[in-house]
């Protein structure tokens, strides 16, 4: 082999040696390299399961004494800058091979977590009312609870919606706010009849009238639309007038309203009704008498008086005298009232009662100012007793 050609070849040979110690070099650089992540790394995590389980054997040895204690110990981990949100922080760096075997303990840590601070509140809770309810003095005077009853104007109605059910009369009901056909119109109101005045009726819209019910007769109006005849309903309700507040008158007072329609019904099936209901509400030597009125609604009309319970018709202060008590007005339901309301007057008729409940109210409990049933004063309503 010539000099040159062996040259040559050493430098081919050179050339393979340097390129495999390179390639060995690069390798175990490259190796080296990748043993210190995975050390920084395998750090890391072990890391962070030494704070879980650290975690996990502080929340098992926790023993609060009080609930600020165990709100505290919940905010340090479970509060949003808490140990658990850093774990989550850190948790975010953590490579995807190992995110499963994390995520599994960390969630364990927040069920753990959770567990046991809902445990420790609800124990230290009823731990509270268990010292609540002790009774460290067994000769002690017991509380007297304070029963209540019902408001008089309640008891009164209740009482008269009894006596009408005896009868057969069942309650119907309507709003307070109305319009002009029911409150006026249907009932037989002359257009120029004083209550349809601003000065007792309180108007909420005009043309077309819009109006707080003056009185409960307009429910008889919204019952003869909804039912055929025979009719026996009682209308108890609230009621309002545009009148000065005295202690005989109130803008805001309660109405009964009662209405019976069927064929043959007559005045004296009227007298009999209003007899039997005054003996069942003021007692059975109660009298009633009847004195020509007027009404739109009713023709004829009349004014029933019960005699005095106070003096027993003989006369005294609160009979003025004269024996007799107002208490209600009443009459045959007008033949207009009827045909308005689509009911054939020559095949039915009927009669018509209302009457205001403070004012049976006064006269039963010897009451003398009717602002009393508004004030909400207890000393007043404590006086009235009724089986609630
Ligand atoms: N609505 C009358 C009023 O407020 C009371 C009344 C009188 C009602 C006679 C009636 C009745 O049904 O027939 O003064």
Redesign the pocket.
Known sequence: MSNEKWFEALLFQLFFVSLAVNYTYSTREHLYVRACAGLRRYKYIRNMIQKIEKLLSEIEAFQPATAADVEAFRIKILGKKGELGNLMEEFKSVPAEQKRELGQRLNHLKTVATERINTLKEELMNAQAMNASKIDDMTRPGSNEQVGSRHPISIVKNEIVGIFARLGYTVADGPEIEDDWHVFSALNFPPEHPARDMQDTFFIEQNPDVVLR????SI?VRTMERQKPPIRVICPGR?FRNEAISYRAHCIFH?I???YIDRNVSFADMKQSLLYFAKELFGEQAQIRMRPSY?P??EP?AEVDVSCSICGGKGCGVCKGTGWLEI????MVDPNVLKSNNIDPNEYSG?????GIERIAMLKYGVGDLRLYFENDVRFLNQFESAL
Request: charged content about 5%; hydrophobic content about 40%.
């Open positions: 003056t009185h409960t007769s008889q009621v109405q309203e009662g209405l009404f609604f009713t009309s209600m007005g009443c009459g009669f018509a009662f209302g009457m």
